[in-house]
């Protein structure tokens, strides 16, 4: 192959040899690259420093002033040229992600697949696979958990050959067997179908990045093996949750965010929680920006070139701000343009690592639930947004998520969200919808879809519906709820109920190839399909003016039966559907 890892090095490292295709060859050396045998010493980088070097993004630190008569749209690489994005670089990838494939499996001893080379069995224990691009780095969290979790469970990584699958695919695979899940990780290269090729039905309404990793897996790895995408990875983890939140009557979506931030904190050493912990008592102490206030919304301010119905602009978050009322509004993520003391800087409060991330969320909601600071979390369906909301407990003010909700068919990816807000979860999760304009890099910046109409009805409730695809209904909630989040939950769980009721078919897991029915389990299908009486309207015993900023520290009663528990040291919600 033309290019060759070089032994002994760590990111592995590799050069190139000229591959005789004259367009390749050339668009190599016109990033500056230097072959094997070209007259000098080899140019030797690792698979992010080439992606990098031949596709950049931005021009490189210490950039030259831009030389008269080169193209406006030329980046400054790191091996000095000027370089412009061209159709050659796609080739180029293809090489050098087929090299990565090798490399990484020889190096940690990982089984690896095409549809040209189908593996010949599936690890040992293994029936299923989640099948996910190296570039999506937002799903790793949900992925380590989902294979901890399910010890049937393997992944199939498709390197795709673009920049960001070769920048960041050696870090993902890092990851993963660094958690010990290196056997069940499997390594996969092949085509795409081409463009404008005839969709498969069983990915109707699923995005390329969803299907095209499945397609590639279901032809490499053994026939017959159950392969989903990766949106179904969070169902995964909340089925895991289902048998611990019976058995403790508590609510699903309490469960797996304990499961969620157990699973990726186990292997942190006590110097990374002791520094964490002592970053999270300077924020909760004067003057720390979370110490002044008896509520808070936490903003995950994400800005990114691609997807830009999740970034947080301007309109979304003076959607947001506009209904804040007394709570304090604090970014994290991307410190915000000026930054300003509303801000938590991840990577200086020693959370850098998605397993410290993690840590952190989980150890913050608590201190916070122990001072008696209500807590809301908002943003866009993003890796940075998911680490925050699931880590740990569930925020006592609940959150909202942003994203296109595509009301005319079943969305996969609302029909994820809407797995882990309910039906059946119960969770404090509200799901705000944008319109498609979102998507666009320049006329989505001023949309903002009903954010505000959400958050006010998850601040102000009861009735705060989550699922955007749904209707407004009925300010009903339940007597003793645990929290004023957990109140709109019941009414989302209940409108969904109603609306849903014989519309939605069974998930028929391990059967079925359609990516949509994979997503929603056969728990949320029951409860969607079981019919149930209207619940009871009733006074929302802490009204907005004055929000319960934490559950009731001493009994739950249930409203049908009278059942009473005591609290251990986290709020808990008695399934009554399940019990009546």
Same mark, same amino acid.
């Given at each position: 192959?033309?290019?060759?890892?070089?032994?002994?090095?760590?990111? *592995?490292?590799?050069?190139?040899?000229?591959?005789?295709?004259?367009?390749?060859?050339?668009?190599?050396?016109?990033?500056?690259?230097?072959?094997?045998?070209?007259?000098?010493?080899?140019?030797?980088?690792?698979?992010?420093?080439?992606?990098?070097?031949?596709?950049?993004?931005?021009?490189?630190?210490?950039?030259?002033?831009?030389?008269?008569?080169?193209?406006?749209?030329?980046?400054?690489?790191?091996?000095?040229?000027?370089?412009?994005?061209?159709?050659?670089?796609?080739?180029?990838?293809?090489?050098?992600?087929?090299?990565?494939?090798?490399?990484?499996?020889?190096?940690?001893?990982?089984?690896?697949?095409?549809?040209?080379?189908?593996?010949?069995?599936?690890?040992?224990?293994?029936?299923?696979?989640?099948?996910?691009?190296?570039?999506?780095?937002?799903?790793?969290?949900?992925?380590?958990?989902?294979?901890?979790?399910?010890?049937?469970?393997?992944?199939?990584?498709? *390197?795709?050959?673009?920049?960001?699958?070769?920048?960041?695919?050696?870090?993902?695979?890092?990851?993963?067997?660094?958690?010990?899940?290196?056997?069940?990780?499997?390594?996969?290269?092949?085509?795409?179908?081409?463009?404008?090729?005839?969709?498969?039905?069983?990915?109707?309404?699923?995005?390329?990045?969803?299907?095209?990793?499945?397609?590639?897996?279901?032809?490499?790895?053994?026939?017959?093996?159950?392969?989903?995408?990766?949106?179904?990875?969070?169902?995964?983890?909340?089925?895991?949750?289902?048998?611990?939140?019976?058995?403790?009557?508590?609510?699903?979506?309490?469960?797996?965010?304990?499961?969620?931030?157990?699973?990726?904190?186990?292997?942190?050493?006590?110097?990374?929680?002791?520094?964490?912990?002592?970053?999270?008592?300077?924020?909760?102490?004067?003057?720390?920006?979370?110490?002044?206030?008896?509520?808070?919304?936490?903003?995950?301010?994400?800005?990114?070139?691609?997807?830009?119905?999740?970034?947080?602009?301007?309109?979304?978050?003076?959607?947001?701000?506009?209904?804040?009322?007394?709570?304090?509004?604090?970014?994290?993520?991307?410190?915000?343009?000026?930054?300003?003391?509303?801000?938590?800087?991840?990577?200086?409060?020693?959370? &850098?690592?998605?397993?410290?991330?993690?840590?952190?969320?989980?150890?913050?909601?608590?201190?916070? &639930?122990?001072?008696?600071?209500?807590?809301?979390?908002?943003?866009?369906?993003?890796?940075?947004?998911?680490?925050?909301?699931?880590?740990?407990?569930?925020?006592?003010?609940?959150?909202?998520?942003?994203?296109?909700?595509?009301?005319?068919?079943?969305?996969?990816?609302?029909?994820?969200?809407?797995?882990?807000?309910?039906?059946?979860?119960?969770?404090?999760?509200?799901?705000?919808?944008?319109?498609?304009?979102?998507?666009?890099?320049?006329?989505?910046?001023?949309?903002?879809?009903?954010?505000?109409?959400?958050?006010?009805?998850?601040?102000?409730?009861?009735?705060?519906?989550?699922?955007?695809?749904?209707?407004?209904?009925?300010?009903?909630?339940?007597?003793?709820?645990?929290?004023?989040?957990?109140?709109?939950?019941?009414?989302?769980?209940?409108?969904?109920?109603?609306?849903?009721?014989?519309?939605?078919?069974?998930?028929?897991?391990?059967?079925?190839?359609?990516?949509?029915?994979?997503?929603?389990?056969?728990?949320?299908?029951?409860?969607?399909?079981?019919? &149930?009486?209207?619940?009871?309207?009733?006074?929302?015993?802490?009204?907005?003016?004055?929000?319960?900023?934490?559950?009731?520290?001493?009994?739950?009663?249930?409203?049908?039966?009278?059942?009473?528990?005591?609290?251990?040291?986290?709020?808990?919600?008695?399934?009554?559907?399940?019990?009546?």
């Amino acid at each position: 192959m033309p290019f060759t890892p070089v032994r002994g090095t760590y990111p *592995i490292q590799y050069t190139w040899t000229n591959s005789g295709v004259a367009a390749v060859d050339n668009r190599v050396a016109a990033v500056n690259a230097v072959a094997t045998g070209g007259g000098g010493a080899a140019t030797q980088l690792s698979a992010k420093d080439w992606a990098i070097a031949i596709d950049p993004r931005e021009s490189a630190v210490g950039a030259p002033p831009r030389p008269i008569g080169v193209d406006a749209r030329a980046r400054y690489n790191t091996l000095g040229a000027w370089v412009n994005r061209a159709p050659e670089s796609a080739q180029v990838f293809e090489q050098l992600a087929d090299s990565v494939r090798l490399a990484e499996s020889a190096d940690s001893l990982l089984p690896t697949a095409t549809p040209a080379a189908r593996l010949a069995h599936m690890p040992d224990g293994t029936a299923s696979a989640i099948a996910i691009n190296s570039d999506m780095t937002g799903d790793l969290c949900w992925l380590i958990v989902a294979m901890k979790l399910h010890p049937d469970l393997a992944v199939a990584i498709r *390197i795709g050959p673009t920049e960001k699958h070769l920048r960041v695919c050696s870090a993902m695979i890092e990851q993963l067997v660094a958690a010990r899940l290196g056997r069940r990780t499997i390594l996969i290269t092949g085509p795409t179908p081409a463009h404008g090729a005839p969709v498969p039905g069983w990915a109707t309404g699923s995005k390329a990045t969803h299907w095209h990793p499945v397609h590639i897996a279901r032809a490499s790895l053994p026939v017959g093996t159950n392969v989903e995408s990766c949106l179904s990875t969070s169902r995964r983890v909340f089925e895991a949750a289902v048998e611990q939140a019976m058995e403790e009557q508590r609510s699903i979506a309490d469960v797996a965010c304990e499961l969620y931030a157990q699973t990726l904190t186990e292997r942190l050493m006590v110097t990374e929680k002791n520094a964490i912990d002592a970053a999270i008592q300077a924020l909760t102490q004067p003057p720390g920006c979370l110490s002044t206030a008896a509520g808070y919304i936490l903003v995950a301010n994400r800005v990114e070139d691609y997807n830009y119905q999740h970034n947080t602009t301007p309109a979304r978050l003076n959607a947001v701000n506009g209904i804040r009322g007394l709570r304090r509004l604090v970014t994290f993520g991307r410190p915000p343009v000026g930054g300003g003391g509303n801000h938590i800087d991840l990577y200086a409060n020693h959370a &850098r690592t998605e397993a410290q991330r993690a840590y952190f969320w989980a150890r913050l909601k608590a201190r916070m &639930r122990q001072l008696g600071r209500d807590v809301v979390i908002v943003g866009g369906r993003s890796g940075t947004f998911d680490i925050a909301y699931h880590s740990g407990e569930e925020p006592t003010g609940g959150g909202l998520c942003w994203d296109i909700a595509e009301a005319p068919h079943r969305d996969p990816e609302v029909d994820r969200l809407q797995q882990q807000a309910g039906p059946c979860c119960n969770s404090g999760l509200s799901l705000a919808s944008l319109a498609s304009v979102a998507s666009h890099p320049r006329n989505g910046v001023g949309e903002a879809g009903d954010i505000a109409a959400r958050m006010t009805g998850l601040l102000s409730g009861p009735g705060g519906v989550r699922n955007p695809i749904l209707p407004a209904g009925p300010a009903t909630t339940v007597p003793g709820a645990d929290s004023q989040a957990m109140r709109n939950a019941e009414v989302g769980r209940a409108i969904f109920q109603a609306n849903t009721a014989g519309h939605m078919v069974s998930a028929q897991l391990g059967a079925t190839l359609n990516l949509s029915e994979q997503i929603v389990s056969d728990l949320c299908c029951k409860e969607a399909n079981r019919v &149930r009486a209207a619940l009871p309207g009733v006074a929302l015993a802490n009204p907005a003016a004055a929000p319960k900023p934490s559950p009731h520290p001493y009994l739950f009663q249930c409203p049908f039966c009278g059942d009473t528990q005591q609290q251990k040291a986290k709020y808990k919600r008695h399934r009554f559907w399940n019990r009546h």
